[in-house]
């Protein structure tokens, strides 16, 4: 059970305190309800972009980084389709630089031309880092808009193309940071050795004069059914084939969403589950084989990637990935085997908890799903699912109109001849 | 009115609590170090085994007993063990390095009854089962060969054979048909040998119940001695290679470079203040060649230095990924920075900033029970004292001082005597 204090600041800044005697250290999270999701498709990547820039200096602070090592702490951030994320640790005495550093730059930003050149140019060795100078590594890139005709989950919060980053200006960064980065889409999540009381004080002082900002309705297109199969073929200088398979989702907060979560585990949570058991190890025909969600706020997609091992057609290996849909379709979910993934969650749930970092996150998450209990509740959420519901699951997500599959290819001088 | 130009005063750090283990022997003698801190119900068992791949005969053969050791038992095939540790929702991982191997458990208090006997037929009863290993080496080769397309990995098993040279066992390189090599009976060799009573130690860590050290007694305290054969044979000296050398891969739009030489490890006097040095330099977000390279120049998105320690040896590393187009420029700009360090005094200033980032990360590294033992683990094979270490190594942090600092960067990074190496395109 976690216990927190919640309130909210006259500007409309949401605050959430998590107690915890034992740490010396205090994290403090920032999250803003911005994402790659909320870009304009002429100009992807700047939500991330943007997320380098905030420590290029603000309005009263040339530095973000080095007054913070100064105090001792510790910081980074992170963005993904929905959102972005920005944390701290410091030793508890010096908990004050962290609400001063934060404040200000959700006051304003003050960075320099240079900076954003630099910047640009940092995110551009990411990408190149990332996705194009690693095997498979651009795979994501063509998945998301082979799944995704009309949601912006189709680009990555890298972003579509290099070139929407060379071309980020001044003027494309002020406008981003007006309509996103103000209190009213902030949420702040402090755990520690602190009370309400506390932080209410320090709230008053350093983020309450921070105006409210115009509040903003996001206006997101729905992602139609899908209604036929979707297939891509692509060949890389890879050594060995890969094969993905995307289903559509429900949304995080979907009804469905325990279930479709637990299904993934019974196919591929840990070494015991169906799919390492029957396709790497008894059948050999993959290498390393998955099935995941991808959690997203919105609607999202349930994933089986693998790579197939080598001499292994890849008719064969989706073959034996829809022998495992039908067989948990048809055949009843054993007694013994679903209780291994309830406790399965029950421990990752418990493990997560131990990082105090970790926990002002999760907190923050919670709020910015529209409950915050969420965090204490989550736990028995999966516990009141049935195996008969997540067998259910299996039959509404896992049918072929609503599947994009991607056969990523090996070509070129670095296949494996066989 | 705040004055929000002014950074709020600044407390000073004066001390750090280091929790001092709790020591117990098993009946066979195999030290237990508990840390039982915390309120979180988890309790985490740390075997460590003088197991590293510096002992083994073949390459690959100390990683491969490690890892095996789950993939089945006298009494429990592989899926029964991994039936059994994801039913009680246990973590069970398997780390092998340069000089140890490490079997870790984390699990629920409330599990832990079930699970240990499991744990013991891992780490005693392992057999290693033919087919089984075929499985394993086949597709983690396939893993392999797919790295060998990473300018990043390439770039670390090469770097490695370059500083510690073909002769030592710790600059072996690895390849794809040492895969296909492993066989059972080496594995079997290899842990009858390594995995035993006088090689074991055990960390254990959480908020664990009173009776922990009688449980490890009844599962681990009745193994005897290994036997006293010799098939590690004693390592052969290190003989750098090469100083510069160039790996081409054509179609890569960055490098990896590496740019290094053999260090002092952490049993060595002056290990704390070159590791203070190597904060300055390359240690932090706020080091040297981020602020050059990263933040300056925008040539990678990350580059670093490290201080890697083992029981024979050390290395210092500066290690990034740069674009293709720029490596040169790169290259020369860590030269640069290298001859300012062993040229110029450091500022108070900028010792004043790291002074205090680190004991930041001295207090974060000693929050809570896993972590401290981390820190414990990670000095306890070279027999030094953990809470002596740790004090003076805050001492070291409160006293040192950039002329101090200068006599360490003259004799242990010296610009010109460090091997660089280029993996991609330049």
């Known amino acids: 059970m976690i216990k927190y204090a919640r309130f909210v600041l006259e500007n409309g800044l949401r605050v959430i305190v998590h107690q915890d005697k034992s740490t010396p250290v205090v994290a403090v999270n920032v999250l803003y309800d911005v994402g790659a999701k909320d870009e304009d498709p002429g100009k992807t990547g700047f939500a991330h972009l943007f997320e380098h820039l905030m420590f290029g200096g603000s309005v009263n602070i040339p530095s973000y980084d080095t007054p913070l090592q100064n105090a001792g702490g510790e910081n980074n951030a992170f963005t993904n389709n929905d959102f972005t994320n920005y944390y701290l640790s410091i030793p508890l005495k010096n908990i004050e630089t962290a609400f001063w550093l934060e404040s200000d730059r959700m006051l304003d930003l003050a960075f320099s031309p240079k900076s954003l050149d630099v910047q640009r140019n940092v995110v551009i060795e990411e990408f190149r880092q990332r996705y194009l100078n690693q095997p498979y590594g651009d795979f994501w890139l063509m998945m998301r808009p082979h799944a995704y005709k009309k949601h912006p989950y189709q680009w990555s919060t890298i972003g579509k193309d290099i070139s929407h980053i060379t071309n980020a200006t001044m003027d494309d960064v002020r406008t981003f940071y007006k309509k996103y980065y103000h209190p009213q889409n902030a949420i702040l999540s402090i755990a520690g050795n602190v009370t309400e009381k506390d932080v209410r004080l320090l709230c008053d002082k350093w983020f309450n004069p921070i105006k409210k900002g115009d509040k903003y309705s996001r206006n997101i297109p729905k992602e139609p059914v899908q209604r036929k199969k979707r297939i891509l073929e692509v060949e890389r200088d890879v050594p060995f084939d890969m094969i993905c398979k995307a289903y559509h989702m429900c949304s995080r907060m979907g009804k469905d969403y325990y279930a ?64 495992e849909i039908d067989s948990i379709k048809k055949k009843k979910i054993s007694e013994k085997e679903f209780k291994k993934v309830t406790n399965k969650v029950e421990a ?4 997560s908890n131990i990082s105090i970092l970790n926990r002002a996150l999760k907190l923050a998450i919670s709020e910015l799903l529209g409950d915050i209990e969420l965090i204490n509740t989550e736990a028995h959420k999966y516990k009141s699912v049935t195996a008969a519901e997540v067998q259910d699951m299996a039959k509404k997500i896992l049918i072929e109109d609503n599947c994009s599959v991607m056969y990523y290819k090996a070509a070129g001088m670095n296949k494996i001849k066989r | 009115m705040i004055n929000r130009k002014q950074q709020p005063e600044l407390k000073k750090i004066e001390s750090i609590d280091i929790l001092e283990p709790e020591t117990a022997r ?29 002992f083994q005969l073949h390459p690959l053969n100390a990683s491969y007993t490690n890892k095996m050791l789950t993939e089945g038992t006298l009494s429990y095939s592989s899926f029964d063990i991994a039936q059994k540790l994801d039913y009680y929702g246990a973590y069970i991982n398997n780390m092998s390095s340069k000089d140890t191997a490490v079997v870790s458990l984390s699990v629920l208090n409330k599990h832990l009854k079930y699970v240990l006997p499991v744990l013991n037929e891992i780490i005693n009863h392992p057999k290693f089962p033919e087919n089984e290993l075929k499985i394993h080496t086949q597709k983690d080769k396939q893993g392999f060969i797919d790295d060998c397309q990473k300018v990043n990995e390439v770039a670390v098993m090469n770097f490695n054979r370059q500083l ?34 006088e090689h074991c130690k055990i960390i254990a860590s959480g908020k664990m119940s009173k009776d922990i050290v009688s449980q490890l007694n009844y599962f681990f305290g009745y193994t005897k001695k290994g036997r006293e054969v010799t098939i590690s044979k004693k390592p052969n000296a290190i003989i750098s290679g090469p100083q510069k050398q160039f790996v081409e891969m054509p179609s890569s739009v960055q490098s990896a470079i590496r740019i290094g030489k053999i260090s002092i490890n952490k049993a060595h006097k002056d290990y704390m203040k070159l590791y203070i040095l190597n904060m300055i330099f390359g240690g932090y977000f706020g080091s040297r060649l981020m602020k050059n390279i990263r933040e300056d120049k925008g040539f990678t998105y990350g580059i670093y230095s490290v201080l890697l320690s083992f029981q024979q040896s050390a290395a210092f590393i500066i290690a990034s990924e740069v674009g293709s187009d720029v490596c040169n420029k790169a290259i020369d700009e860590i030269y640069k920075e290298l001859r300012i360090l062993n040229s110029e005094m450091i500022s108070l200033k900028e010792l004043e900033l790291v002074k205090k980032y680190m004991t930041g990360t001295l207090i974060r590294n000693f929050d809570g029970p896993f972590q401290i033992a981390d820190r414990f683990k990670s000095v306890l094979e070279y027999g030094i004292d953990y809470k002596k270490h740790y004090s003076e190594f805050l001492q070291t942090i409160n006293t040192v001082t950039p002329e101090k600092l200068m006599l360490i960067s003259k004799e242990y990074l010296n610009a010109e005597t460090m091997q660089e190496l280029v993996v991609g395109k330049r």
Not at chain 2, 174 to 187: G, N, Y
């Open chain 1, 260 to 323: 479709t979560d637990l299904l993934s585990d019974i196919l591929s949570g840990g070494s015991s589950s169906r799919l390492y058991n029957r396709l790497v190890k008894e059948k050999q025909l993959f290498s390393e084989l998955d099935a995941y969600i991808t959690g997203d706020i919105d609607e999202g997609l349930f994933v089986f990637s693998g790579k197939l091992m080598h001499g292994v057609d890849m008719e064969v290996a989706e073959n034996a990935i829809q022998q």
């Open chain 1, 348 to 351: 990752s749930v418990e493990f």
């Open chain 2, 26 to 54: 098993l009946d066979n003698d195999i030290p237990v170090y508990l840390f039982n801190a915390g309120d979180i119900g988890i309790t985490k068992l740390d075997f460590i085994f003088e197991a590293g791949s510096q």
């Open chain 2, 164 to 197: 510690f040279g073909s002769r030592h066992p710790y600059g072996t390189l690895i390849t794809a048909e040492d895969f296909d090599k492993q066989q059972s009976e080496q594995l079997i060799a290899f842990h009858n040998e390594r995995y035993t009573m």
